[in-house]
């Protein structure tokens, strides 16, 4: 059969029905591939302008009080968080670097089960000397290169003085270009806060030593809640020495829970913002008055408590109430080397008019230790107030001699002579 090739050949009815049918069937076959496929092959997008946000995080924690005065800034602490409870490294001169924590303190957040700074040069102490000693310690933290050596002549002229006052520790931090505060009323979860934020925590507490107790001073570096251990870099005992929670707690109470915290100047937020209302040295006082008192409620006997509460009480001009609190400690009995470092005592007997009762404890006091700063200037002013000016003036001389640099004694001295 020919055909032209211009031309198609001609379909019969019953064909072109036939391939319309053929044609629908595949069209159908083809849509329902398409709607099966389709959000496989080709997934939804939400529309820009339209897209779901998560919850914002909660904001973060600001200080609770002004920035801490700061003088020439000086570099940042650096610490190494460790997540096991490894021995503090052999003692290098230079921290191990980590961020600069940032000026605003962020406390959110849950703190670490165990944390432990490193980059200290331990100071073995010298005779009678573990104030500086666990100063200069801390002080390498930061990259400072005194020793106890270089710190002693200001901190102590005298090698026999039997106390170095946190006060005066903060002043000698101060004298090399960091900054420091003193607080009371310190708690675990406080030390582990700074810890945690890379700041080590210097307490003063009672030791246990040679079957007899004395006051001494640690630097805590680390903490472990499984093993409830604290650790303390200890001029006496060691550069990583574990204390347990407990008896940790019990000797730092006899002091009132002090602490003293050595930063650089740029982390005074940090520091301000981990203090909170304890940034504010009235209102931290009001707090440790109220623990001491709420401690003498639910124990009448405890000495300890009531020397407490009579300690902030003193600190708070409450003279009338501090010397109750005093008698009640000192009727239940005090360790015979309490007031070698704490003299509170001395300065609100004095302030309510109690002269006598000054020189008798001072009088014990420096019969014990053979000589205190501390205790010759109270006495001084006692006798001054008794209408005995050369005996004053012989016991402010002595204060001088045992520490030229005691100011009070030497301002009391300047007086007389006006």
Not at 348 to 371: E, F, H, P, S
Request: hydrophobic letters at 40%.
């Amino acid at each position: 059969m020919s055909y032209s090739p211009h031309r198609s050949p001609a379909v019969s009815a019953g064909q072109a029905w036939l391939l319309g049918f053929a044609l629908g069937a595949v069209l159908a076959v083809a849509l329902t591939l398409v709607a099966l496929f389709w959000p496989v092959l080709f997934p939804a997008t939400a529309p820009s302008g339209d897209v779901a946000l998560a919850d914002p995080p909660p904001a973060a924690e600001t200080a609770a009080a002004e920035p801490l005065p700061s003088p020439t800034p000086q570099p940042a602490a650096t610490s190494t968080p460790s997540p096991t409870n490894t021995p503090t490294p052999s003692p290098s001169p230079t921290p191990v670097p980590t961020a600069t924590p940032s000026p605003t303190a962020t406390l959110s957040g849950e703190l670490p089960a165990a944390h432990k700074l490193t980059g200290f040069v331990h100071q073995w102490q010298t005779w009678n000397n573990c104030g500086p000693a666990t100063l200069t310690t801390n002080l390498s933290f930061f990259g400072l290169s005194q020793t106890q050596a270089d710190a002693a002549p200001y901190l102590k002229p005298n090698r026999d003085d039997k106390n170095v006052s946190p006060h005066e520790l903060a002043a000698y931090a101060r004298q090399v270009g960091m900054e420091a505060v003193v607080r009371r009323g310190g708690s675990l979860d406080l030390l582990k806060q700074f810890i945690h934020r890379g700041l080590p925590v210097l307490t003063e507490t009672w030791l246990t030593h040679d079957g007899d107790g004395l006051g001494h001073y640690r630097l805590v570096v680390g903490y472990d809640d499984s093993a409830r251990l604290l650790y303390t870099s200890d001029s006496l005992n060691g550069p990583d020495v574990a204390v347990d929670y407990d008896q940790f707690l019990a000797d730092w109470r006899v002091f009132n829970r002090l602490y003293l915290v050595v930063y650089s100047p740029d982390q005074a937020s940090l520091v301000a913002g981990i203090l909170g209302p304890d940034a504010d040295e009235t209102a931290n006082l009001e707090r440790v008055l109220a623990l001491a008192q709420a401690e003498t409620t639910a124990n009448p006997n405890d000495a300890v408590a009531w020397f407490n509460q009579g300690d902030a009480l003193a600190r708070l001009s409450r003279f009338d109430e501090a010397a109750a609190a005093f008698d009640r400690a000192m009727a239940i009995g005090l360790h015979w080397r309490h007031l070698w470092y704490q003299f509170t005592p001395f300065e609100t007997y004095y302030t309510v008019g109690r002269y006598q009762d000054v020189l008798d404890l001072t009088g014990k006091v420096l019969a014990d230790t053979g000589g205190l700063e501390e205790a010759y200037y109270y006495r001084g002013l006692a006798e001054l107030a008794l209408g005995q000016p050369d005996a004053a003036r012989a016991d402010f001389e002595a204060a001088l001699t045992y520490n030229p640099l005691f100011t009070p004694a030497k301002t009391a001295l300047e007086k007389g002579e006006d």
